[in-house]
């Protein structure tokens, strides 16, 4: 009988740290961020729905975002200032990602490489989903700086405004209204929050 060690190599997702270069008053690793980016997403893909008009697949929205940093556990969390130093670099990175999105795929048997080839790799038609998923990323990452921050770790001060500046570029109705509506309550006390 055949192993397949697909389920074992995703349970290392949790020893996989994110902000590596960063003085961290909270860890953080990719499992847990991964989780909050299909939330996230899942979220966006409401919002896109009722308030924008958009047709989205929930189901495999919420799967991409779920494992949209599965090949990290291979690569390991590639620090963004790095990552995006210049094209060259990110050129490379993207084409490491992916042989090690392949690598992932060849740990399943073939009868269920196909449901998770269209979740680690953009497929025709689903730009959207990939783009919400992007969005949803960069919240995560938003809302991690704002609670380092009110742990009065000033070291994510300018990370926070980085990444409040790219998301508002993003010029994404869905990432406005949730900025609008969602977030501000991460600023609270758990206090203020039963409040609410």
């Known amino acids: 009988m055949e192993e397949y060690s697909f389920f074992a190599m995703m ?33 966006l893909g409401i919002i896109s729905r009722e308030c924008c008009g958009r047709e989205v697949d929930l189901d495999k929205l919420v799967l991409i975002g779920l494992y949209h940093d599965a090949n990290e556990i291979i690569t390991g969390d590639m620090p963004t200032p790095v990552k995006y130093h210049d094209r060259d670099i990110l050129d490379a990175y993207k084409k490491v990602e992916e042989k090690a999105n392949r690598k992932l795929l060849s740990l399943l048997p073939g009868y269920m490489r196909n449901y998770y080839e269209e979740v680690f790799f953009p497929q025709e038609g689903d730009e959207e989903l990939w783009h919400l998923v992007k969005a949803a990323d960069k919240l995560s990452a938003l809302i991690k700086c704002m609670e380092e921050k009110k742990a009065g770790n000033r070291e994510f001060s300018t990370a926070c405004q980085t990444i409040e500046k790219a998301l508002r570029e993003m010029k994404m109705e869905e990432v406005d209204i949730f900025m609008r509506d969602f977030l501000p309550p991460f600023d609270k006390t758990l206090d203020e929050l039963q409040q609410l």
């Open 11 to 43: 349970a290392r997702m949790k020893y996989i740290e994110r902000w590596a270069l960063m003085r961290n008053s909270d860890r953080e690793n990719i499992s847990e961020h991964s989780m909050e980016v299909a939330m996230l997403a899942h979220g």
